[in-house]
Each structure stands twice: as structure tokens, then as C-alpha cells.
């Protein structure tokens, strides 16, 4: 397969990308793959300081939003916590720290949903530090099976599990 | 620092050609990304402060009740190694060119077996890697999962209930898994049909790229494919969806193999045994010639042409033929014409002393 970009090299990257809710294949031969800045995921070997803009396509992305354009508070965003910028972000597509997401939160979801079709996290919690939402999700679990076991007429394992429930949701308000 | 004890296997466990399906998957690679709460991500972290995630990994791996596989692991750091033998660390997949090259107090853990490398201050602060010789992605799984469940006793993460590990790309958050497995279609490529499987493999959200693609092109047939998507689907999700569509991949390349044989063996059996005897007898070769008659090789033991070679021939020799193992072999930095001698030379010396201890 031919590089969609020169035509002349063999591609060897192939993935897609969401770009405004739909799927674009992309296959490119490695060198036009590093002059669009495009980032590969699985490929670790692009550099940070070479900087990648266009990466998430955030300034074609906004241009088509109204609101971002407009928007003199998005010029002015920044982390109060690293100092990087809503506008350095865009260019170089990494965050300085994490309490970046939750600064330039309100902006991120649109970007979340174009690389990974999603905006929530639905995997692994840490054991120790997960806190509440490991509680939380304990407890929708445990949910589930004490509706079960009430279908299946098993009413005294479903009040154990409420209890259970009961006790968790202690933990959880306390 | 022995150093000395990773130059002198040069090979890690997962070139030896073992492990389930290893006629077709060479390898199956999980990453995960972590960082430390608390702290700047690398690429804003004072020098102080990289150090310091130097030092609490460390101290974590000091703690008791490590993971077994952990036992006898050694930290090594990047500013204590020349620049041949990080490019050799590079060249067997254990750090990326960017721990290697750009880091700041960049460090890895390798486990004994080098099934295990840490990354510390690649990207993120800490990037767990697990390889596997042949179709192993469930385990390669377990294991990052294992050690990182050991690590988060000890190191606070970066983590927030909506957008999970907190990592330096976005294109890592959420889960920060990056699952990869590295397959081998020698007979898809000869029949052409890569074309029309790459496409079907991004369909569905995958990604595949071309290794050892010096300049552009994907040399020995040798792919890899991963997972793009990390935020909003569970680790185990993740990980099934490439494995299924990695089995798809391997009855593909059975199928085209077998067809291959019926229609045409002799045309087969001629560009087999043409790349055997060149790579038998070559005094100069290209690492593209190198990787394209491996592959050939590697083909034909598969399918039990070349009875006195084993599988992990074009394993071994895509690494040490590489220009890190080269140089380092012979002590001295190479020239391209110069490897290019050294590389016929160590391939001959290989298989001869392959045919003579079979
Ligand atoms: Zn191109
Ligand atoms: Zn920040």
C-alpha cells in the first residue's frame, strides 16, 4: 500500500483518527507521518521537543467552534499550578502536570472524545488511593447481583448483600 | 553498575523464538503509564525534582514482598551509559530512543530475565513495560498490572475518577495502557493482501505500523499492532480486542502460507533457499537485504524447509545485526560500509555455528 500523502513511499502506519465524529483512516509512509507531526499511538519514539503542533489538530478543531474563538478566557487559560498555557498545550499536545486536566477541563472533553471516542475513565483503580470511586463501583456491582438474587428469589443472600451495600455506603458518606 | 551482565546475554528472553504461536508472533508487549501526584510531569519537572522520582522508585523497589520477578533487578541510569550501549538497550526494546536521547535523569529498571523495563522520567514519570516472547498479551497484562498494584502501595499516582492515570499525552490517558503484539506475515506480503487487512485492522480501532523501517519502509515483514483507544474502555477490554484480532491476523497468514505451498513450492522453495545461501555466504549486506532474506529464512524454517536452523534465527540476528550490537561487538564506532561488512560477517559466523550444533 502506497503512502496517501506522497503516493510514492509504502505506507507503514496505519490507524484512524475521530475528526468531527467520524472515522479517517490514515496510512502514511514513516516520513510524511513525522513531517505532518502526526503522533502515532504506540510508536514512542517521537520527541517531545520536536514540537507537535497540528498533533491533535486543536487549532482546526476550535477554529470550527464558535465559542473557542471568541473566547478571550481560552487565550488567558493557564494551570496555576505549572504555568502552562491553554495555547502552549495545543502546540506541543502534552500537559505540564496534572492538575492541567482539571484546568483546562472545560476544553478537554471534545479532544478526549476525538482521539479515544470517550471522555470517562472506565478502567483500573488504584487499590490504595482510589478511594471513593472504588467504593462506588463495589457498590453498583453489588448492586447488580442483589437485584439478581431477588429475581432468583434468593432473599437471604440478596439482605446480606444489602447490608453489605449499607455498610459501604457508610464509608462513602462519612 | 554491571552493565557488562546485560552486553553479555545480549539476548532477552523474548527473542529466543519460544512462547505460544511463535511461528507467526514474535513478540506481545504491554506499557502502562504512571506519574507521580504531586510532582510536574518530565517535560516541566526541574532537574531537583526528576532526581527525586529517580530516588522514590527506588526506595520502592527496596521495599519487602517485591514481585518475584523483580528479584535481583537493577536500575540503571542513562547518564552513566555511553551512547553505544543505550542504543543497544534501544535496539533489544527495552528503553525508547527518547529515554535514551532526551531524557533528564532518565533511568530503567530491567528485570533479570529483561522481561521487565521501567522507564523512569521517559515521557511520564514511570512507564511499566512487560514483554513476552511470542502470543502472550493476557500475561504480559497481569504482570504490568501486578507490579503496578505493587508499586501503588508505595508512590501516590496521579489519578482523578473521570480521566483516570493522569499521563503527560492525552493520547495515553485514562488507562495508559498501550498494548502492542509483533506479528511476522511474510505470505500475506507476497500475496499482496496486506493491502486489504490494514485497512479492516484500523477499522476497528487498532493500529499497525511497520518495524524496522529504516527511512520508510516496513522490512521483514516484521508489524506491530496496538491498541489506539485508552480512555473509557477497561484494561481487559482493551487487551481481548487486540488478541482476537491478532488470532484473525494469524489464521490469515496460516491460510496464505498454505495456499502459497499448494499453488507454488518450487518458486517457495527457490526464494528460500536463494536468501539462505546468500546470507550464508554474503561478505556485504544491507541491514534492508539483511531483514528482507531473514524473513525469507525465517519463512522456511516455519514451514520445515531448512530442518537445521531453528525459529529463533531471524529473532536473534534482526537484533544483532542492528547497528548498536554491531559496533559494540567490535569495540569501535562503524561506518555504514564498515557495518554493512561486519553485518555479513557476523550472520555467516551465526548460522555455521548454528548447522554445526544442530
Ligand atoms: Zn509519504
Ligand atoms: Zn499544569
Redesign the interface.
Known amino acids: 500500500?502506497q503512502?496517501q500523502e506522497c503516493g510514492k513511499?509504502?505506507a507503514?502506519?496505519?490507524?484512524?483518527k475521530i475528526i468531527n465524529g467520524e472515522?479517517t483512516?490514515?496510512?502514511l509512509?514513516?516520513?510524511c507521518a513525522k513531517g505532518k507531526g502526526e503522533?502515532?499511538?504506540?510508536?514512542?519514539?517521537?520527541?517531545?521537543?520536536n514540537l507537535l503542533s497540528g498533533l491533535?489538530n486543536l487549532d482546526g478543531q476550535f477554529a470550527e467552534d464558535p465559542n473557542a474563538r471568541s473566547s478571550v478566557a481560552t487565550q488567558g487559560l493557564r494551570c496555576p499550578?505549572?504555568g502552562?498555557t491553554y495555547s502552549q498545550f495545543s502546540k506541543?499536545?502534552?500537559?505540564?502536570?496534572?492538575d492541567c486536566?482539571?484546568a483546562f477541563s472545560d476544553r478537554?472533553d471534545p479532544?478526549?472524545r476525538r482521539?479515544?471516542?470517550?471522555?470517562?475513565?472506565?478502567?483500573?483503580?488504584?487499590?490504595?488511593?482510589?478511594g471513593?470511586?472504588r467504593i462506588r463501583r463495589e457498590i453498583d456491582e453489588l448492586k447488580q447481583e442483589m437485584s439478581r438474587r431477588i429475581e432468583n428469589e434468593e432473599f437471604e443472600e440478596a439482605a446480606r448483600l444489602r447490608d453489605r451495600i449499607r455498610d459501604l455506603q457508610e464509608k462513602l458518606d462519612s | 553498575m554491571s552493565y557488562q551482565r546485560f552486553n553479555q546475554h545480549a539476548l532477552s528472553e523474548w527473542m529466543r523464538g519460544k512462547g505460544p504461536r511463535s511461528d507467526i508472533v514474535i513478540s506481545s508487549r504491554v506499557r502502562i503509564a504512571r506519574?507521580l501526584?504531586g510532582?510536574?510531569?518530565p517535560?516541566?519537572a526541574t532537574s531537583s525534582q526528576s532526581a527525586g522520582i529517580v530516588r522514590k522508585v527506588e526506595e520502592a523497589l527496596r521495599h519487602q514482598n517485591r514481585p518475584q520477578v523483580m528479584e535481583g533487578a537493577e536500575l540503571i541510569r542513562m547518564d552513566d551509559l555511553e551512547d553505544l550501549e543505550k542504543r543497544v538497550l534501544v535496539e533489544k526494546h527495552l528503553i525508547?530512543?527518547?529515554l535514551a536521547?532526551?531524557s533528564r535523569h532518565g533511568a530503567v529498571v530491567l528485570s533479570r530475565n529483561e522481561a521487565v523495563s521501567i522507564m523512569i522520567n521517559?515521557?511520564d514519570h514511570i512507564r511499566i513495560q512487560c514483554l513476552f516472547p511470542g502470543f502472550q498479551p493476557q500475561e504480559a497484562w497481569k504482570m504490568a498490572?501486578n507490579l503496578?498494584?505493587w508499586f501503588?502501595?508505595h508512590l501516590?499516582?496521579?489519578?482523578?475518577?473521570?480521566?483516570?492515570?493522569?499521563?503527560?499525552?492525552?493520547?495515553n490517558?485514562?488507562?495508559g495502557?498501550?498494548a502492542?503484539v509483533m506479528v511476522h506475515l511474510p505470505a500475506l506480503a507476497m500475496t499482496q493482501q496486506?493491502?486489504r487487512l490494514?485497512?479492516a485492522?484500523?477499522?476497528v480501532?487498532l493500529?499497525?505500523?511497520?518495524i524496522y523501517?529504516e527511512?520508510?519502509?516496513?522490512l521483514g515483514n516484521l508489524y506491530?499492532v496496538?491498541?489506539?483507544?485508552?480512555?473509557?474502555?477497561?484494561?481487559e477490554e482493551i487487551i481481548q480486542k487486540l488478541a482476537g484480532v491478532v488470532r484473525q491476523m494469524i489464521q490469515h497468514e496460516h491460510g496464505a502460507r498454505n495456499r502459497i505451498q499448494e499453488s507454488s513450492l518450487t518458486k517457495l522453495e527457490d526464494r528460500i533457499y536463494r536468501s539462505y545461501g546468500i546470507l550464508s555466504n554474503a561478505r556485504v549486506i544491507s541491514s534492508k537485504e539483511a531483514m528482507q532474506r531473514l524473513s525469507d529464512v525465517r519463512l522456511g524454517v516455519d514451514m520445515g524447509l531448512i530442518p537445521d536452523l531453528s525459529a529463533q534465527v531471524m529473532n536473534e540476528l534482526m537484533i544483532l545485526t542492528q547497528p548498536g550490537f554491531l559496533q559494540t561487538r567490535s569495540k569501535q564506532r562503524l561506518d555504514i560500509e564498515e557495518r554493512d561488512i561486519r553485518r555479513a560477517g557476523m550472520i555467516r559466523e551465526y548460522l555455521s555455528m548454528k548447522r554445526e550444533s544442530e
Open positions: 500500500m503512502c513511499r509504502p507503514t502506519l496505519h490507524y484512524t472515522k483512516e490514515f496510512h509512509c514513516e516520513v503522533q502515532m499511538p504506540g510508536v514512542e519514539s517521537f520527541s517531545i521537543h491533535l499550578t505549572c502552562l506541543i499536545g502534552r500537559f505540564g502536570c496534572s486536566y482539571q478537554l479532544l478526549f482521539v479515544h471516542g470517550h471522555t470517562t475513565h472506565r478502567g483500573k483503580v488504584p487499590e490504595r488511593t482510589g471513593k470511586l | 506519574n501526584s510532582l510536574p510531569f517535560m516541566l525508547s530512543p527518547q536521547e532526551e521517559e515521557e498490572d503496578d498494584d501503588e502501595r501516590t499516582y496521579a489519578f482523578s475518577e473521570t480521566k483516570g492515570y493522569l499521563t503527560s499525552c492525552p493520547t490517558a485514562g488507562t495502557i498501550r502492542s496486506l493491502n490494514f485497512p485492522i484500523t477499522q480501532g493500529a499497525v505500523r511497520g523501517g527511512g520508510s519502509e516496513a506491530q496496538s491498541n489506539q483507544v485508552t480512555l473509557g474502555q477497561q484494561e
